[in-house]
């Protein structure tokens, strides 16, 4: 495969919902943000899928030297080949991708946040550094498009976090707040035996609200001139968003099951933002409440 096909295959396989934020890009900057998907793909791979995490750390310590060749113009590994040719033309900045390898090295490091402080460090790192590198590939011309990218990031991590909260404390991980578990008189034993009951429903209720605020607050940053620009981060928020409403619905059950969108209705909900402009999503997200 050439570079640029291993990199599709990789953001094919994964079946994220990424794949539908990219169907609409030009193809430069399709096969860019391919790329940058497709590198946080393989350091994400290298701490969920190596049990050993001395090993892991070994890996993770190759892809910093790998980045850091790469803006030596010397990239070995075929993402580093395929991010090579969009590094300068989109200015894509190594701090983000060696801040993206932090964050996934902060997972080897603890499986445990005290507070909302500590948990907002690691969301930075291993997705408002990944919002950055997207907003400056899909195109902006303000500089709070970059503030809005970040808040964005922070949106979506604590979705993930809320949806796969189940299969994380099978992998031995809380990512919500000790101090939120306490306020909700909720153990780490209840999380990781599964032990639905209801103040674990008013913990995800708290949680929700919490990732519900982070949108309503990166789209009050999103300004006008940038919106069209940003639809693909759009388009990601809004699939998200309609995640975490189906998973309020479900009345956070989902310690012992995953919820997930259907692929037609994330096609949908993309093609609605495409077409849209995007308008109709960022306006309604700025006047939640």
Not at 104 to 113: G, I
Not at 114 to 121: E, Q, R
Not at 224 to 244: F, K, N, V, W
């Amino acid at each position: 495969m050439t570079p640029d096909e291993y990199c599709q295959d990789k953001t094919n396989k994964s079946g994220s919902s990424f794949y539908y934020s990219f169907l609409y890009l030009q193809p430069e900057p399709r096969r860019a943000i391919t790329a940058v998907y497709a590198f946080c793909r393989e350091v994400d791979d290298v701490v969920d899928e190596c049990s050993d995490p001395s090993l892991a750390r070994v890996k993770l310590g190759w892809w910093r030297n790998e980045i850091a060749n790469l803006y030596k113009g010397k990239p070995e590994h075929p993402v580093s080949k395929a991010l090579a040719p969009h590094i300068t033309p989109f200015k894509l900045e190594q701090e983000y991708f060696q801040a993206i390898i932090d964050g996934m090295e902060m997972d080897l490091d603890q499986s445990r946040y005290l507070d909302w402080a500590g948990l907002k460090k690691y969301c930075w790192h291993v997705a408002s550094a990944v919002g950055l590198l997207s907003a400056r590939v899909f195109g902006f011309s303000q500089p709070e498009t970059l503030q809005y990218a970040e808040k964005l990031g922070l949106a979506l991590q604590m979705t993930n976090i809320i949806r796969d909260i189940g299969d994380d404390a099978r992998r031995g991980r809380i990512y919500l707040p000790i101090e939120d578990l306490q306020a909700f008189d909720v153990k780490a034993a209840d999380i990781m035996n599964s032990n639905y009951n209801e103040n674990f429903k008013k913990l995800m209720a708290f949680e929700t609200d919490r990732a519900r605020q982070l949108y309503k607050e990166a789209f009050e940053l999103l300004p006008e001139e940038d919106r069209r620009s940003q639809r693909p981060g759009i388009m990601m928020a809004a699939i998200y968003h309609a995640l975490l409403k189906e998973i309020e619905h479900e009345e956070w059950n989902i310690l012992d099951q995953r919820i997930s969108l259907t692929p037609i209705r994330k096609f949908f909900i993309a093609w609605k933002v495409w077409v849209s402009g995007g308008k109709k999503f960022s306006r309604d997200m700025r006047n939640a409440t």
